[in-house]
Nanobody, 128 residues
Framework: QVQLVQSGGGLVQPGGSLTLSCVASGFILEDYAVGWFRQAPGKEREGVSCISNDGSTHYAPSVKGRFTIARDNAKRTVYLQMNSLQPEDTAMYYC??????????????????????WGQGAQVTVST
């Protein structure tokens, strides 16, 4: 079955950390760029970060310096390490895989509308 399976969401206190995982099955992940997106209630989905098939990365200004994206092609997995989490980071987080053509900034924008595969989502809640 061709899919992306996410894990790692949860509840964390402000200042805490979480790592999200996105595992691919049924296709060769190393051929694809992977992006992370989030959507809070009542808000549009926004791009958080992406990593191209050659390892180039891009981060949204709101998470730069706090979040780190990485990929392990042997494990068919992309990770999003999230540090110094704040209440405004609370959202449903999704991974998506698609074409790796272009700059990482362009890739993240393109994935939001034209991804080939989406994960099922993982809730991240930052609260005391």
């Amino acid at each position: 079955q061709v899919q992306l399976v996410q894990s790692g969401g949860g509840l964390v206190q402000p200042g805490g950390s979480l790592t999200l995982s996105c595992v691919a099955s049924g296709f060769i992940l190393e051929d694809y760029a992977v992006g992370w997106f989030r959507q809070a209630p009542g808000k549009e989905r926004e791009g958080v970060s992406c990593i191209s098939n050659d390892g180039s990365t891009h981060y949204a200004p709101s998470v730069k310096g706090r979040f780190t994206i990485a990929r392990d092609n042997a494990k068919r997995t992309v990770y999003l390490q999230m540090n110094s989490l704040q209440p405004e980071d609370t959202a449903m987080y999704y991974c998506a895989a698609g074409s790796s053509y272009g700059s990482p900034y362009y890739i993240l924008r393109k994935l939001n509308t034209d991804a080939d595969y989406w994960g099922q989502g993982a809730q991240v809640t930052v609260s005391t």
